[in-house]
């Protein structure tokens, strides 16, 4: 699950580009990048979850 | 390749000046090294000191070999790609630091103060997730990961956020504000190493006896509440000199223009601090020295994306979100996510730096400023956090960041270096080894 949280990540990152490419206007943009972010969280929260040890565990 | 541009000159007095300011922004980075070395154990400390100076040493080295010419500047050349009728600079092609420094002359170029600052900033972000590993990170493992950070990570963010990459163009290229805004390294350092922090707490898991079985987590406090405070007054310090050279160095502010930025840095840490004692003093009855420590260096790092461009008003509510935030996020990274980060690096360098860049957006005159600097966020959030966790995986298997068990149980200092640093203090025995 961490690994599939941390590729999502990147895709987060991918839109926020694509929102730079495809939309001249700034409005677009912005709602294209902030769902870019979302994808990220989301990511970084599969990701959190994922590294999250079984209680009195100390090796991943 | 984009061909390279004559770089901008300073006068003679100016040049002067932010030399000096350099020379006085190390203190940061010894500020830094002093507050995490109080965070970890008394057994540790030793090691801990000793591998912050290998770390800086090793940071540098390896920029100076091969990061520098990667990061270049926004004066010398890079190599471009071509994206939407639009050039992404996206990564430098500079000269080695070994030739741009020979330059003698009667010009006071932009390029070598801001090589200087480079090396310091690689420094300061390389020594970071030091502090996250404390009492189980083998001094092998932290030199190896300066490196990789010195060497690959530091450069790219550097070249794109200061050196004339493709963040720096977002305003030239997209009309985005003045384009990507981190004059004092809240994200190309601070982000880039707090969130280094977290790969290698991820990857070296937590202290042993942290988290038991059974119960809430075992509090490991820092042995040396005055080092932790007083390398928070070293500290700022080194925050005034490295927010004025990089106004200087990167917003190309007057130096009529300094003294705001030096009061807007005080006041973000000092609401800071008084924000996280007043929290610390109702959650728990009694304020927190260390995470009042950590609430100051949170405003001090939030501080880093905006001093130079809020008002104080807008400053001292930078630094009381960061003070908030700090002790909140800390207790939650510990307890609901099982993250032992003895230094809080995760929260202070990341989250803080993360937070002032956002906050440089929302208080910046320029339309499109905001934007600018959330395309920034989510590069360092979704490229540079699994490039790194990437990189620190397989150098994991390469040279092994935690020390085994026993290393572990007799502390780092007699195990790494045969000897403690208070060899005539009794070290107590750990209780969550009974």
């Excluded at chain 1, 599939?4 to 001249?24: D, E, R, S």
């Excluded at chain 2, 770089?7 to 940061?28: G, H, I, Q, Y």
């Excluded at chain 2, 820092?222 to 927010?243: D, E, I, K, R, T």
């Excluded at chain 2, 927190?288 to 104080?312: E, F, K, Q, R, Y």
Aim: charge should be neutral.
């Amino acid at each position: 699950m961490k690994y599939a949280g941390l590729l999502v990540m990147p895709a987060g990152f991918f839109l926020t580009i694509a929102a730079l490419v495809l939309f001249p206007d700034l409005a677009r943009r912005g709602v294209f990048v902030l769902c870019g972010l979302a994808v990220e969280a989301l990511g970084l929260g599969v990701a959190v979850r994922g590294h999250i040890l079984p209680r009195g565990e100390t090796q991943p | 390749m984009n061909s390279s541009l004559p770089a901008p000159t300073l006068s003679e007095s100016l040049f002067a000046f932010t030399l000096v300011l350099l020379f006085a922004a190390p203190l940061a980075i010894a500020g830094v090294a002093l507050t995490n070395t109080g965070l970890g154990r008394s057994r540790s400390a030793a090691q801990a000191f000793l591998g912050n100076l290998a770390i800086v040493a090793v940071a540098v080295i390896v920029f100076a070999l091969l990061g520098a010419a990667l990061a270049g500047d926004p004066s010398s050349a890079s190599r471009v790609f071509h994206l939407a009728g639009q050039p992404w600079s996206w990564i430098g092609s500079g000269p080695s630091p070994f030739t741009s420094f020979a330059v003698s002359g009667s010009t006071f170029s932009t390029a070598q103060l801001g090589m200087l600052f480079e090396f310091l900033a690689v420094a300061l972000a390389a020594l970071i997730p030091w502090g996250s590993g404390a009492d189980r990170f083998c001094l092998a493992g932290g030199c190896a990961t300066a490196a990789v950070l010195a060497g690959i990570v530091f450069p790219l963010v550097a070249h794109w956020s200061w050196d004339g990459g493709w963040l720096a163009q977002l305003g030239v290229n997209f009309g985005l504000g003045a384009g990507f805004l981190d004059f004092g390294g809240a994200g190309t350092v601070h982000a880039v190493g707090g969130l280094s922090a977290l790969a290698v707490v991820w990857i070296a898991g937590p202290r042993k006896g942290k988290f038991p079985k059974e119960g809430f987590s075992n509090a490991m406090p820092g042995h040396n509440a005055v080092y932790v405070l007083f390398g928070c007054l070293l500290s700022l310090v080194g925050w005034l000199a490295w927010n004025t050279a990089g106004a200087i160095l990167w917003l190309h502010a007057p130096l009529s223009a300094l003294p705001a930025t030096a009061v807007n840095t005080l006041l973000s840490a000092s609401i800071a601090l008084a924000a996280t004692f007043g929290i610390t003093r109702v959650r728990f009855g009694k304020p927190d020295a260390s995470m009042c420590a950590n609430g100051w260096l949170a405003g001090l790092v939030a501080s880093s994306a905006c001093a130079a461009i809020v008002t104080p008003a807008e400053s001292l509510l930078v630094g009381l979100v960061a003070g908030i935030a700090t002790p909140l996020l800390v207790e939650l990274l510990e307890l609901a996510l099982s993250i032992d980060d003895p230094s809080g690096a995760i929260t202070v360098h990341a989250v803080a730096g993360l937070w002032g860049l956002f906050a440089a957006g929302l208080f910046a005159p320029h339309p499109g400023q905001l934007l600018a600097q959330l395309v920034g966020i989510a590069t360092l959030i979704g490229f540079v956090l699994p490039l790194v966790y990437l990189l620190f995986a397989i150098l994991n298997r390469i040279v092994p960041f935690r020390v085994d068990p026993d290393g572990e149980r007799i502390g780092m200092d007699l195990h790494e270096l045969g000897g403690g640093a208070y060899p005539e203090f009794v070290i107590h025995r750990d209780e969550s080894y009974r």
